[in-house]
């Protein structure tokens, strides 16, 4: 897994604090929210991109790119009207 520089406060925010909960994590669009707060916070682009990666694996388990990705939490599933 790759090391950040992040200071642990704001890692901790990210993920379990004000920031996680804009973001949204394991949502659809989590990782678009992610990559928004970043770059409100000063960060390129390619920084952003780059630590919201490594931040969605460590909140979800996984990397956006990963079959298992199906932008939505289990269980969280719309009921279809017939």
Not at 4 to 27: C, D, E, F, N
Not at 30 to 53: E, I, N, W
């Amino acid at each position: 897994m790759a090391v950040s520089r992040m200071p642990p406060q704001l890692r901790q925010s990210y993920l379990h604090g004000k920031v996680a909960a804009r973001i949204r994590w394991g949502t659809k669009g989590d990782y678009r929210r992610c990559v928004k707060q970043a770059m409100k916070h000063g960060m390129s682009s390619r920084v952003a991109h780059g630590l919201c990666q490594t931040l969605h694996k460590q909140a979800v388990g996984y990397y956006t790119g990963d079959r298992r990705n199906t932008g939505k939490r289990k269980g969280s599933g719309r009921k279809v009207r017939k």
